[in-house]
């Protein structure tokens, strides 16, 4: 009786799955942009960031190895079970394949097959399910924050995990697989941000349609195809980097100024890159002259969105974050470039307002297929995503220039990742500027010349895409003026984009909102068999 009950909850559990999934749901805003698919197991890799960044604040060897495993290892994104059943597979498991099982407390657990299982195999691998919502998206998160949390004295989150034993309802098999599992070993993640790095060879340099650009800037300069873990790992193992230029010898410094260079470099480097990949491979995906076939594409925009946001700021991105969008908002504050006209010390960033116009836009030109226009979309996103570690850059030269008493190793750590972040993009524009830029603000190079930083940036702007009025000066709250030499450049060529005039934070929305009922107008037109795409496409062609 007790196995016909457990049966029946299994067999129920995946009917709901089923059911689930052929449902079209709304999605909650990422800092006011509108997904249209689920992301937010994506948008969790800032707890990640954010685990990490409280291990290292202990400034000790311990907690910088709990970092590094977090770091490695993951805990809050893409999380799996890996269990050993009791009598091998008697058929193929496919990847995503549904499996339901029960958890600690008796409660049905939901996942599916992380990879493709073969006839035999005794050991599968499970992903936890996601929900739309942020804040209850998955119910197991254990990884590598296990460690610190046991240190934290605080718990992970256990509660939707499977029960260390039990069974498992397999979809498309008549049979139920005992099984058993470590709770606190077995728990893993199969996204972490050291694999944003390593990975990006595969998924950068060598797919069908790269070397991505933006990712080519950067391996040249380095001479590595893992140049952001490289340094991550050297400031975790306190040595030297071997790249082909910008090497930093973290030797030199002790647990804070590694410890700058491990979470920023964490962000800026690793994270950031991988931002624009995810708008690359939606590209590539991307089917021209086509309303009901970009899902796929549309999904991996998303996910860029994401990883550039994180769960932290919330669906206004007014919170604090722990990503690029936290970057930019509080660089605005020191350069005068908040609010939607880049004239504030206070609020969210110009350039976040601009990038959410850029975020929604790309996404509306994919779903009806205008790939061309969305390509503008990526491209302009990435000159500007660059504008926060120049405004890092400028600052920490400054303190370093005209604070060098108390500036300390931490300036210097932060200038030196700031840097490390831009210096392949100033490189591709001018070698000798990138060279001035990088001999100032090295790890060890001490005391910097603000002024020579500052003109071997502004030299290079146009050729970034970026503008003097995206970056702004060096504004002193205290006096209520630019800081002495660090005031705005004045010769500003902005280059021509598909950008709307901002003021947009609610416009952006209604923009979006008008495009999704577009859209839909659009493929019921086509099920009705009166197709309305091809006279709206030759109106709006070369339109950006």
């Not at 790939?371 to 920490?396: H, M, N, T, W």
């Not at 577009?518 to 091809?534: C, D, H, K, T, W």
């Amino acid at each position: 009786m007790k196995f016909f009950a457990l049966s029946l909850l299994l067999a129920t559990a995946d009917a709901s799955i089923r059911s689930s999934t052929s449902r079209r749901l709304s999605f909650e805003l990422i800092a006011g942009y509108s997904p249209r698919s689920q992301v937010t197991d994506h948008n969790a890799i800032d707890l990640d960031q954010a685990a990490m960044e409280l291990s290292l604040s202990d400034g000790t060897a311990q907690s910088f190895q709990v970092a590094r495993e977090i770091y490695e290892q993951g805990g809050f994104s893409k999380s799996f079970a890996q269990v050993i059943l009791s009598q091998p597979l008697s058929r193929t498991v496919s990847k995503g394949t549904q499996i339901t099982g029960l958890g600690q407390n008796g409660q049905v657990v939901l996942g599916k097959a992380i990879g493709d299982f073969l006839p035999g195999s005794e050991i599968i691998r499970i992903q936890y399910k996601t929900s739309d919502i942020q804040s209850s998206y998955v119910g197991c998160q254990v990884g590598a924050v296990f460690e610190r949390d046991l240190a934290k004295d605080t718990s992970s989150s256990m509660v939707g995990c499977f029960a260390a034993g039990g069974q498992l309802s397999i979809e498309g098999s008549p049979e139920r697989y005992n099984y058993t599992y470590n709770v606190f070993e077995d728990n893993d993640n199969a996204r972490t941000i050291q694999g944003f790095s390593t990975g990006a060879k595969d998924k950068m340099y060598d797919c069908a349609t790269c070397p991505y650009s933006d990712y080519e800037k950067f391996v040249e300069y380095y001479g590595a195809f893992d140049y952001a873990d490289q340094w991550v790992l050297a400031a975790f193992a306190s040595k030297n980097t071997d790249f082909k230029r910008g090497n930093a010898n973290f030797a030199q410094y002790g647990f804070t100024g590694r410890g700058e260079a491990i979470k920023k470099g964490t962000v800026y480097m690793n994270i950031m890159m991988y931002v624009i990949r995810e708008f690359e491979d939606a590209l590539d995906d991307c089917k021209a002259k086509c309303i009901n076939c970009n899902d796929d594409p549309v999904h991996a925009w998303d996910e860029g969105v994401a990883f550039y946001t994180g769960s932290l700021e919330g669906q206004d991105g007014v919170n604090s974050g722990k990503l690029y969008h936290a970057l930019a908002d509080k660089r605005c504050q020191n350069f005068k470039t908040c609010g939607t006209q880049g004239s504030e010390v206070t609020g969210i960033s110009k350039l976040n307002y601009d990038l959410l116009s850029e975020f929604g836009r790309g996404q509306q030109e994919l779903l009806v297929g205008n790939c061309d226009a969305a390509r503008v979309s990526k491209e302009r996103i990435a000159e500007l995503i660059f504008v926060p570690v120049v405004q890092g850059s400028l600052r920490y030269a400054y303190i370093t220039d005209k604070e060098i008493a108390t500036a300390g190793e931490k300036a210097e750590a932060e200038g030196a990742v700031f840097a490390a972040a831009v210096l392949p993009v100033v490189h591709a524009c001018n070698a000798k500027d990138a060279e001035i830029i990088y001999d100032n603000l090295a790890v060890g190079s001490g005391k910097a010349d603000f002024a020579a930083v500052k003109k071997a940036f502004e030299r290079n702007y146009k050729c970034m895409g970026i503008t003097c009025e995206d970056v702004g000066g060096l504004w002193d709250s205290t006096q209520n003026k630019y800081m002495p030499g660090a005031s705005p450049c004045r010769a500003s060529s902005k280059k021509e984009t598909n950008g709307l005039a901002i003021g947009l934070g609610v416009s952006a929305g209604l923009i979006a909102l008008v495009g999704v009922g577009a859209v839909l107008f659009m493929r019921q037109r086509e099920v009705m068999g009166s197709p309305i795409f091809e006279p709206a496409l030759q109106k709006t062609e070369g339109i950006a």
